[in-house]
């Protein structure tokens, strides 16, 4: 029987979602982010500021892991992050345990040049890729900074110069999605098919604005991811929840991108009262947990805020019960980053036409108009 931890550190760019699972499910739950959101203060037992991963080193981060265990037993559970600073994971002192897969596993995906070469090794199709800028290419292909995530690390590839963080992609025109999955080293549980929206792709802007779970593959495409997870799952050990990135082209081709080995934010479009903490848990442990036979029967879109302006919260803002990651009153956000995200029902909305720019700009104009 697998012990249950009685301190659990949560790491993460923002660590919201997993201290609330944490939360609700009982656990006594501390958080290191960069954030500091009111929903997640109201749930961590105790709370420490990481530094932006781009104004961050690998010891400052683990200083900070280091200090919220305060030396007690514990385990944690890394989510957005990991992927530039999964090394540090080799220096975590023996009372801290990490919950995940390997830190060779997370290397592998993590690096470009093996996680391509592990594809190709494996008959999996993929993107053209190259390492070097060399000649001039032919297509659109895109420049992809290293060990980053949501999109904002994507350029047109014609627009960089050349340097050891990056690497290029032959850019696949179609749909952008995503498949959440739980994976215990040798078998796993498809969770969620999602479906991921950027901010601008016809001006290069590859920020992920949206993601939905009403998105559906044909019984081919299905068994083409299916039989991918199954290759990667038992060739890398992979445990935990976590997601493959893929595109689908105009013919209906898919071209896997790569997996997040971590828990992501699409996991909100799940039920809430699923136990998402001791799935992780079990998981990791070589267990694969029984979950409900339908996961997607609430049809929901996470949709990323971003300010249009400089905004000043105002105090005692009324928030919309669907508002998350919210930032205190008197917080300032700058033009361009990140208000807050929204997740929002369905209902009968036809989701191939729903926009929830509607809804970010009422938000907007309501804080606007408070300040």
Known sequence: MLERPKLLLVVAQSGRMLAQSAAREGYQVRVADCFGDVDTLNV????????????????????????????????????????????????????????????????????????????????LPHPSTRF???????????????????????????????????????????ISASVLFLANGSDFHLLLLNQQFNKNNALNDFSLQAISNHFLLNKNQLQTINDALQKLIRHLNLAGIMSLDFMVDKSGEIFLLEINPRPTASCQLLPEDLPLIRWQLLSSAGHLPEIPIELASRKRFLWFCFAPHKITIPAEFDWPDYCFDLPAAGSIIEAGNILCSLLLELNNADPDHF?????????????SVSA
Do not use: M
Request: aromatic share 8%; with cysteine; glycine share 8%.
């Open 44 to 123: 961590a037992d105790r709370y420490l500021k990481l530094p932006p991963p781009n104004k961050a080193n690998l010891h400052k981060w683990l200083q900070v892991i280091i200090r919220l265990s305060d030396d007690q037993p514990c385990c944690l559970i890394f989510g957005t992050g990991i992927e530039s600073f999964y090394p540090l994971l080799a220096e975590l002192p023996p009372h801290i345990s990490y919950i995940g897969s390997s830190l060779n596993s997370i290397e592998q995906l993590s690096t470009p040049t093996k996680w391509i070469g592990l594809l190709e090794n494996l008959g």
């Open 132 to 174: 070097t800028k060399g000649q001039l290419f032919e297509g659109k292909w895109l420049a992809k900074s290293v060990g980053a995530w949501g999109g904002s690390h994507i350029i047109a590839a014609d627009s960089t110069t050349q340097n050891s963080d990056v690497y290029f992609q032959q850019q696949i025109e179609g």
């Open 355 to 367: 926009d929830g720019h509607a809804v970010a700009n009422k938000l907007i104009e309501n804080l």
